[in-house]
């Protein structure tokens, strides 16, 4: 286990030194990351503003769900979720098999060589609006901060369970990065207070694919408001990580190698 995190380690330390080379490169990257990432708080902003808002929710309310639906893909997407990207371009380009003679395990591998410096930004931009939306609300207890921790990592956990699923989609669709923008339009459900969805819908969201647990669900827990259906959120996380796990090595036994 320890050596484990001393490979990934060292694989953060590489793709640093690689992205210093071109230190202004790599800011000027993080910082138009983070303005992309502050377009839809600022849209939530502008509409609270001219009078219009979500029912139940205040202003801040949505914003600190916003804030922790970033700050759970600023984590996930420097550290871990670059399995996707890193899978697809070395499918395309044939260098897939060199992970496949490696000591470690092929996932292993794919997330030590996939960590991408410039999502940091999305970590970034996630601190400050949790922050922010944080000071504007009633501060939580030591409860709400204990539950609000667990539900977190929760939210990492269906993160992960969504990368394994784009990993295992780009080792058979080869050289197709759109596998993104099936994640985008199921995933930005979570950043919105669920009850403002259909009954049908929110059910989907919480209890059979649960983007609800991205930042719905935390915030609520946070805010003292618990969300209905919490407790499937959190087994159906559990059975979404496994059932992304077996048909992420489903797709790993299809690969054929860049030679057939």
């Known amino acids: 286990m320890i050596n484990a995190m001393y ?9 640093l030194a690689v992205r210093m080379a071109y230190r202004a490169d790599f800011f000027i990257s993080i910082l138009i ?3 992309v990432e502050a ?3 600022f849209v939530t902003y502008l509409i609270y503003k001219n009078g ?48 496949l003679i490696k000591p470690r395990s092929v996932l292993h591998m794919l997330i030590v ?22 000071f504007n609300v009633p501060f939580p207890g030591l409860i709400l901060w204990l539950k609000f921790l667990v539900l977190f990592i929760m939210s990492l956990v269906v993160m992960f369970g969504f ?13 197709n990065f759109r596998v993104y923008e ?17 009954k049908f819908l929110q059910t989907f969201i919480t209890s059979i694919i649960p983007v609800a647990m991205l930042g719905f669900i935390p915030a609520s827990v946070l805010l003292g408001k618990p ?18 796990l077996l048909f992420w090595k489903g797709m790993l036994k299809r690969y054929t190698s860049a030679g057939g």
């Open 39 to 41: 377009l839809v708080p």
């Open 7 to 15: 490979v990934h380690l060292q694989g953060i330390k590489t793709a």
């Open 182 to 198: 099936i994640f985008f339009s199921i995933a930005n459900f979570g950043m919105y207070p669920a009850n403002i969805f259909s």
């Open 163 to 175: 990368g394994l699923i784009l990993s295992g989609l780009g080792i058979v669709w080869i050289g």
């Open 33 to 35: 990351m983070l303005l």
């Open 113 to 134: 060589t996939g960590f991408d410096s410039e999502d940091l930004g999305k970590l970034l931009g996630g601190v400050i609006l949790f922050t922010a939306s944080l």
């Open 52 to 99: 219009a808002s979500l029912p139940g929710w205040s202003m801040y309310e949505v914003l600190l769900i916003q804030g922790i639906f970033l700050l759970s893909r600023g984590i996930s997407f420097p550290f871990f979720f670059g399995i996707v990207w890193n899978t697809i371009q070395r499918v395309q380009e044939g260098t897939f098999d060199l992970l």
């Open 227 to 244: 969300a209905e259906g919490t407790l499937y959120a959190v087994i159906a996380s559990f059975v979404f990580l496994f059932a992304s």
